[in-house]
């Protein structure tokens, strides 16, 4: 098997093509190819395959093409080899198998084959590489962004395995050979001084002096012709060692000349990833003027590469800068006073030969101007402080390819200098996997693959930290890689990140990286920053910010400001704000050394209270009609925030859910156990409506903890029932059962009538739910006698709802049908609108079941308005599986695939596994009906995993019944249980036909919620 991208888009299977579809197809692909193993962006695939439209609306045009792509590769052995990663597209293949990247490999070993002096070698495996090159690079893809790629390809793959190439038959002595290849390839890049060396060697070691120097004549008059340049020192040298031979006056050496100086430090061996950036730089590089007076300033935090970068594409163009690389270190940030830029000039003049230094500023630079000239020199100035440091030095630099690295943002230099600000990010998750591989090594962290996800997730892309942790790891060979994760897990702060105990140098740590920028900061910034680290999480608001710091808004709103100056803090979206992850622990670390236990907690009770105040809003939001839990005392509703409607609260909520999820066990952890059940208590509702019911079992085991060991019964009991309410979201029946079984002993020790009403409920539904229909109607009736001795219609209506539910276990439908427009009726009376939302899921469900598809249909579309006006996900979901159903049985089966996309788009991050599933699994069979088998069988394999421990397979075929080719293929739906991967194999699969949890207040004490 063999793609091909080098020419027209091909893949030979067994010597012969595959057909690979159309031209915008094979144009896909062919990017996919050329970034295989790496995700590529949809707005690239749409700059690159449709240049000259708006790549907004590509998303649509593109997904028909993957998926076709998907069915080619399915054909031929390749199965879900191109994955959805975000917005992005990655193709997975082995890179030998694309001649582009077999070419890159052969080129590498060829020249490295010749550097180590092997040149039979060399030639041999770098003929091979070139012979792979047939055609236009990417030929199928035709934009500018192409044709960009495709000058990078030729200039820094294909033409430098030419030059070693060439290198290697003039050692061998094959002087004719080397003659023909450079001659050729001097023809196409006529001003290319490399080339005219090469060429020039060949003629020297055929004799043919006088050839070479007529050559060497003509190629300098077209250079300065061109560019207004001269010669480099390595064609100068070779022009002097020739001119000496044919004089006879030297046969080996030339007349003395300066050194270019080549400075740049050794670059690191284990440099991975930024491929972006090296991209833009080279874009810089390759432009009209060949770099010339190109400033690129890259900044980023404390420890991220910056330098490394510099160096790393410094040292791998070097070819590019024949007249030197000077590199300086203006101790912006280190120890010691920072250079000047007078004290720089003097440095970069003595680096230049220049002898006799002048004293003042002025002088110097206009003396380095001078000594640099038109001189193609790489510049790197690295460490800068701030514009000033650097500008003058700029000014005296105007012909060189500059590089300034920089802690700080340099916004005075992109603003006034025209200097290209390029931010250095962390490396990506899969990068930080390579690096630990590659300083660990693959043996041991092929062994625990999930110790290694942890520690790259722990480490969130910073490279100087991926490297601390990687050494410590190495230094314990014997150690399990598990065990020093659990380790380093279990501390707080940076841990050994931040720690010298096994270092022989003090800058060895993040501590000492990060303090030199903390140092750095004013006072007050710097408190902003330490108490930071107190937020339960990295991402906040400028408002929680206000609230940790005591300080008013626009105030901390200019320390924040200053903070993302000094790279930080970075900026996300309005009035949004990120730490990174090691920052964050690092903060943790300044506030505990520099503020007392009274003002670390006094902070604490700030933004605290400020999250408890936002929940009670969302809470008040979602349900008006309910009473509030107990505030804390001294607290009042003026603190409150109000939001303008349903969907105006969810909006806040989604922003703000994982900080509020995270601030339940932070604040029961720092001793603030009243604010951690009652910020949970307020969450509730909002978690099981937008269907994160992980979430939800998380914060109320915490909740009951905390509220227990404050000896509040309420609060408990309350956290209790959400507990089992969560376990019932997730199928887990046992695990309702018991918790709410708990609470209801709570509640009738109490003597509190509204949680018994409510645990009475939810344990009916749970007891149905594990096949204990008649005990579960038994406890529906008391709950109702319940519900109507105390006047609560709305639980009246659940608990109908949930009644009609247990008849049709026992297939007493037509009981059921009424039950069902009883809760109907109800709830429209007391204008319950996502319970109307609810009961419409179910009743058209139940006539879908009765073959009324008309009613079904009817039922299903009043439901999903309801529930996408009320920002029901979940049960959003639910109801376009549940429509989807119809749709299919109504032959309508281009409505029933556009419904289940709509479902597994909105599903991606919700605990609603079944409902999944069933989109999957009828998707797979809408695709199969209109008669593409791929896609269905695809769709099915994506199902499996999710469907291990469910009947639902076995069932829904029978019901949807088999596709026409399914006859001849009666294995072409997998056996869940068979479909298991190593990556899925460890997950529950869980049971979320019930998918809807709604509000009834308390008088006092914990909010908790009928099971719907």
């Known amino acids: ?63 028909p093409l993957i998926s076709r792509l998907r069915g080619v590769l399915g054909r031929t052995g390749l199965d879900r080899s191109i994955d959805r990663e975000g917005d992005a597209y990655l193709l997975d293949v082995d890179r030998e198998f694309v001649d582009y990247h077999r070419f890159r490999k052969l080129a590498e070993m060829g020249r490295a084959a010749a550097s180590a002096g092997d040149h039979a070698r060399a030639k041999a495996v770098l003929r091979d590489a070139l012979a792979r090159w047939q055609g236009r690079p990417l030929q199928d893809v035709e934009s500018m962004w192409a044709d960009h790629l495709r000058y990078q390809m030729d200039t820094f793959d294909r033409l430098t395995a030419h030059y070693a190439l060439v290198e290697s038959l003039n050692a061998l002595g094959e002087h004719v050979e080397a003659m023909g290849e450079a001659g050729r390839l001097a023809q196409e890049h006529e001003l290319d001084e490399v080339l005219a060396r090469l060429y020039m060697r060949s003629l020297e070691g055929q004799g043919k002096y006088a050839a070479a120097l007529e050559y060497h004549e003509r190629f300098c008059e077209r250079l300065f012709e061109a560019t207004g340049a001269e010669q480099g020192p390595e064609l100068r040298a070779v022009y002097q060692s020739i001119v000496g031979k044919q004089a006879g006056t030297a046969t080996t050496s030339t007349k003395p000349h300066q050194v270019p100086p080549r400075q740049l430090p050794r670059r690191a061996r284990t440099f991975i990833g930024r491929e ?42 070097a070819d590019r800068f024949p007249d030197g690389q000077l590199f300086l270190d203006l101790r912006g940030f280190g120890r010691g006073t920072a250079m000047t830029a007078e004290d720089a000039s003097g440095v970069l003049l003595a680096s230049l030969g220049v002898t006799h230094i002048p004293t003042t500023g002025a002088e110097r630079a206009a003396a380095l101007h001078r000594a640099l000239g038109d001189r193609k020199v790489l510049l790197v100035l690295d460490d800068a402080r701030h514009s000033p440091q650097v500008r003058p030095l700029l000014g005296a630099a105007t012909n060189c390819f500059t590089i300034v690295t920089s802690r700080t943002r340099p916004w005075g230099l992109g603003l006034h200098d025209d200097v290209h600000l390029l931010a250095v990010p962390p490396l990506s998750f899969d990068e930080s996997i390579e690096l630990l591989r590659r300083k660990i090594g693959a043996s041991r962290t092929d062994a625990e693959p ?171 939001a979602l349900n008006a009609h309910d009473d509030p839990v107990p505030l804390l005392p001294g ?111 709570i509640a009738q020790r109490t003597e509190n009538v509204e949680f018994t009403e409510i645990a009475v409920h939810n344990l009916a539904s749970a007891h149905r739910e594990r096949g204990d229909v008649r005990v579960a109607l038994s406890l529906y009736e008391s709950a109702l006698e319940l519900h109507r001795a105390t006047g609560q219609r709305s639980l009246e209506a659940s608990t109908l709802d949930q009644m009609a539910a247990a008849y049709q276990r026992l297939d007493r439908v037509d009981e059921a049908v009424e039950l069902y427009r009883g809760a109907l009726a109800l709830r429209r009376t007391i204008k319950h609108r996502h319970g109307e939302g609810t009961t419409l899921t179910a009743l058209g469900k139940l006539h879908h079941q009765r073959r009324e598809l008309d009613d079904a249909l009817r039922c299903l579309e009043a439901a999903l308005e309801i529930n996408l006006s009320t920002g029901e996900r979940a049960r959003t979901v639910e109801a376009l599986v549940a429509l989807a159903r119809v749709h299919y049985d109504r032959k309508a089966h281009d409505r029933t695939i556009e419904l289940c996309r709509r479902a597994l788009e909105l599903s991606t991050d919700l605990d609603v596994t079944r409902e999944r599933a069933q989109a999957l699994f009828l998707l797979g069979h809408a ?68 998918s809807n949890v709604k509000g009834t207040p308390f008088d006092q004490g914990k909010k908790s919620h009928p099971i719907e």
């Open 927 to 994: 695709h199969a009906v209109i008669g593409d088998q791929a896609e269905a069988e695809r769709r099915w394999r994506e199902a499996a995993p999710l469907l291990a421990d469910s009947d639902l397979t076995e069932k829904m075929h029978t019901e949807l019944g088999a596709p026409e080719f399914m006859r001849n293929r009666p294995d072409a739906i997998p056996d869940p249980r068979s479909h298991l991967s190593p990556r899925n194999s460890n997950k529950p699969v869980r049971d979320d036909r019930h």
């Open 450 to 620: 999930s110790a290694l996800w942890a520690l790259a997730s722990r480490l969130d892309g910073h490279p100087m930290a991926v490297k601390i942790i990687a050494q410590h790891v190495a230094n314990r060979p014997q150690v399990p890689i598990g065990f020093l994760v659990e380790e380093y897990a279990t501390q707080e702060g940076l841990g050994i990140l931040g720690s010298l105990d096994d270092s022989d140098d003090d800058s060895a740590s993040l501590a000492f990286a990060f303090g030199v920028s903390y140092r750095d900061l004013p006072t007050e910034t710097a408190r902003v920053f330490r108490l930071l680290g107190l937020h339960p999480t990295a991402e906040f608001s400028s408002a929680a910010a206000s609230a940790l710091t005591e300080r008013p808004e626009h105030d901390v709103v200019v320390h924040l400001r200053t903070l993302t100056k000094a790279n930080l803090l970075q900026y996300t979206t309005h009035g949004r704000f990120r730490l990174h992850d090691l920052l964050h622990d690092y903060a943790l670390d300044r506030v505990r050394t520099e503020e007392s236990a009274h003002q670390r907690q006094a902070a604490l009770s700030g933004l605290l209270t400020w999250q408890l105040a936002g929940a009670i809003g969302l809470e008040r």
């Open 635 to 745: 607290m009042t509703l003026d603190a409150v925030p109000r939001f303008a409607d349903e969907n105006d609260a969810l909006a806040w909520f989604s922003t703000e859910r994982a900080n509020l999820v995270a601030a339940v066990p932070h604040a029961f952890r720092h001793g603030f156990a009243g604010h951690a059940w009652r910020i949970a208590a307020n969450i509730d509702r909002a978690l099981d409506r937008t269907g994160a019911y992980r979430d939800l079992a998380a914060v109320e085991r915490v909740a009951a903890d905390a509220a227990r060991s404050t000896g509040d019964l309420e609060g408990q009991c309350g956290s209790l029932l959400n507990l089992g309410t969560a376990h019932y979201r997730l199928g887990e029946y046992d695990e309702a059962v018991q918790h709410t079984q708990e609470a209801l002993s």
């Open 276 to 317: 972006d950036l090296l991209a833009a730089l080279d874009a810089l590089l390759d432009g009209p003027d060949g770099g010339r007076g190109q400033v690129v300033a890259l900044h980023g935090m404390p420890g991220v590469g910056k330098t490394g970068l510099a160096i790393h594409w410094g040292r791998t163009r």
């Open 1 to 63: 098997m063999e793609f091909k991208i080098l020419g027209k888009t091909r893949l030979r299977v067994a010597e012969k093509d595959v057909d690979l579809g159309s031209a915008k197809q094979r144009a896909v692909l062919a990017l996919l190819l050329y970034h295989v193993g790496q995700p590529v962006g949809i707005g690239t695939i749409a700059q690159a395959v449709w240049p000259d439209e708006d790549p907004s609306g590509m998303r649509g045009r593109l997904q």
